[in-house]
C-alpha cells in the first residue's frame, strides 16, 4: 500500500513539473510563436521604463531626471534610445524609432483613443479593414479577428468589459487564428498575428503590474488599440506611397504604437510620469496634433481605395 501512495505521489510531482515546465517554455508548436518576440520587445520597453523612472525602484542611480519633474519629451527619448540598442538589426532599429516618433501622441490616452474611435465610434477603423481586405493584405478570417478584437477594445474602453474579460477574448482570438494558420501556411496572417502576439504580452504584463489595482479599465486595451492603430495606418501610408506593403515595417509600427499607448499610462498610473496631460506639438506649428492629422498633413489620403460597405 505505501509503495502504491509513493508511486502516486511520484507520478503527481512529475505531472506537476512537466506542466511548469510547459507553462515557462514557449510552446514552439503554436504558429503565433514566431511572433511573439514582438511582444517580449514591447514588454521590455514597459519594464525599462518603470525600473528607470518608477519612485518606488531601487536601482535608479542618476539623479538628473527627477520623477516629480520627469515630461513625456524625456520619456520619449529614453524609449528611441532603447530603440536603437535593443538588438534589432540597424535597418529596423531605425524603422523602429521612426514610428515611435511619428507616434508620440500615444503617450497621452486621449490620442491614441481619438485615432481608433473617432467620436468613440468604431465606424473608421472597421472601413479601414475593410479596405486593406480589398487591397488583399488581409483576408476575410483575419478582418473577423481584428473586428472581434476592435469590438472587444470599444467594450473595455467604454466599462462594458472588464480587463479579465477582455484578455480571455484576447487569448480566444490566438487560438482562432493558431488554427487557421496551421491550415494556411506560415506566411499566412502575418499582420493579424503581431498584433495578437503583442496582445498577449501585454496582457501578461498588466496582470503582474496592477496586481494593486485589478479594476482599472481600458489599460490592457490601449496597448492593443495602439497596435492595431498602428498596423493599419502605416499599411495604408505604404499602400499609398508604393502600391505595396511591407509586413515588417507593419509589424514594428504595430510595436511603436502598442509601446507608446501603454508606457504613456504606465507612467500614469506608476505614477512616474506627473506631466501626463501635457500634450506633444509639432516643432513648426502651436497646434496639437493626432496621428491622423500628422499624416495627412504629410499629404497621405488615408480613403487610399474606395470605401466599402461595412
Same mark, same amino acid.
Given at each position: 500500500?505505501?509503495?502504491?501512495?509513493?508511486?502516486?505521489?511520484?507520478?503527481?510531482?512529475?505531472? /506537476?513539473?512537466?506542466?511548469?515546465?510547459?507553462?515557462?517554455?514557449?510552446? @514552439?508548436?503554436?504558429?503565433?510563436?514566431?511572433?511573439?518576440?514582438?511582444?517580449?520587445?514591447?514588454?521590455?520597453?514597459?519594464?525599462?521604463?518603470?525600473? =528607470?523612472?518608477?519612485?518606488?525602484?531601487?536601482?535608479?542611480?542618476?539623479?538628473?531626471?527627477?520623477?516629480?519633474?520627469? $515630461?513625456?519629451?524625456?520619456?520619449?527619448?529614453?524609449?528611441? #534610445?532603447?530603440? =536603437?540598442?535593443?538588438?534589432?538589426?540597424?535597418?529596423?532599429?531605425?524603422?523602429?524609432?521612426?514610428? %515611435?516618433?511619428?507616434?508620440?501622441?500615444?503617450?497621452?490616452?486621449?490620442?491614441?483613443?481619438?485615432?481608433?474611435?473617432?467620436?468613440?465610434?468604431?465606424?473608421?477603423?472597421?472601413? =479601414?479593414?475593410?479596405?486593406?481586405?480589398?487591397?488583399?493584405?488581409?483576408?476575410?478570417?483575419?478582418?473577423?479577428?481584428?473586428?472581434?478584437?476592435?469590438?472587444?477594445?470599444?467594450?473595455?474602453?467604454?466599462?462594458?468589459?472588464?480587463?479579465?474579460?477582455?484578455?480571455?477574448?484576447?487569448?480566444?482570438?490566438?487560438?482562432?487564428?493558431? &488554427?487557421?494558420? =496551421?491550415? &494556411?501556411?506560415?506566411?499566412?496572417?502575418?499582420?493579424? !498575428?503581431?498584433? %495578437?502576439?503583442?496582445?498577449?504580452?501585454?496582457?501578461? +504584463? +498588466?496582470?503582474?503590474?496592477?496586481?494593486?489595482?485589478?479594476?482599472?479599465?481600458?489599460?490592457?486595451?490601449?496597448?492593443?488599440?495602439?497596435?492595431?492603430? !498602428?498596423?493599419? @495606418?502605416?499599411?495604408?501610408?505604404?499602400?499609398?506611397?508604393?502600391?505595396?506593403?511591407?509586413?515588417? /515595417?507593419?509589424?514594428?509600427?504595430?510595436?511603436? !504604437?502598442?509601446?507608446?499607448?501603454? $508606457?504613456?499610462?504606465?507612467?500614469?498610473?506608476?505614477?512616474?510620469?506627473?506631466?501626463? !496631460?501635457? @500634450?506633444?506639438?509639432?516643432?513648426?506649428?502651436?497646434?496639437?496634433?493626432?496621428?491622423? #492629422?500628422?499624416? &495627412?498633413?504629410?499629404?497621405?489620403?488615408?480613403?487610399?481605395?474606395?470605401?466599402?460597405?461595412?
Amino acid at each position: 500500500m505505501k509503495k502504491q501512495i509513493l508511486l502516486l505521489l511520484s507520478f503527481l510531482f512529475c505531472l /506537476t513539473a512537466c506542466s511548469n515546465k510547459e507553462l515557462d517554455e514557449p510552446d @514552439l508548436s503554436d504558429p503565433l510563436e514566431k511572433y511573439m518576440w514582438y511582444g517580449r520587445l514591447h514588454n521590455s520597453f514597459l519594464d525599462s521604463a518603470d525600473e =528607470r523612472f518608477s519612485p518606488e525602484t531601487k536601482s535608479r542611480t542618476d539623479d538628473s531626471i527627477e520623477s516629480d519633474s520627469l $515630461t513625456l519629451e524625456e520619456l520619449k527619448e529614453f524609449q528611441l #534610445e532603447q530603440a =536603437r540598442n535593443c538588438g534589432l538589426p540597424s535597418e529596423e532599429a531605425e524603422i523602429l524609432v521612426t514610428a %515611435l516618433e511619428e507616434k508620440e501622441s500615444y503617450y497621452v490616452a486621449e490620442n491614441l483613443w481619438n485615432d481608433i474611435f473617432p467620436n468613440n465610434s468604431m465606424s473608421s477603423m472597421l472601413v =479601414r479593414l475593410r479596405q486593406l481586405q480589398t487591397a488583399k493584405y488581409i483576408d476575410n478570417t483575419e478582418r473577423t479577428i481584428l473586428r472581434d478584437l476592435l469590438t472587444a477594445i470599444h467594450q473595455n474602453k467604454n466599462d462594458q468589459i472588464s480587463n479579465y474579460d477582455f484578455a480571455l477574448k484576447v487569448n480566444e482570438l490566438s487560438h482562432v487564428w493558431s &488554427n487557421y494558420s =496551421r491550415l &494556411n501556411g506560415e506566411d499566412w496572417g502575418v499582420m493579424t !498575428g503581431v498584433i %495578437l502576439a503583442i496582445s498577449k504580452s501585454s496582457a501578461e +504584463w +498588466w496582470d503582474n503590474y496592477l496586481y494593486d489595482s485589478r479594476s482599472a479599465s481600458a489599460i490592457i486595451s490601449l496597448d492593443v488599440g495602439g497596435a492595431i492603430t !498602428g498596423a493599419v @495606418l502605416n499599411a495604408a501610408i505604404q499602400y499609398y506611397q508604393n502600391k505595396r506593403v511591407n509586413m515588417k /515595417t507593419v509589424g514594428l509600427h504595430a510595436l511603436a !504604437g502598442a509601446i507608446t499607448g501603454s $508606457t504613456g499610462i504606465a507612467g500614469k498610473v506608476g505614477r512616474w510620469v506627473t506631466s501626463i !496631460g501635457k @500634450l506633444f506639438k509639432l516643432k513648426d506649428r502651436n497646434k496639437n496634433y493626432t496621428a491622423n #492629422e500628422m499624416y &495627412n498633413m504629410k499629404g497621405v489620403k488615408l480613403n487610399y481605395i474606395s470605401t466599402c460597405d461595412e
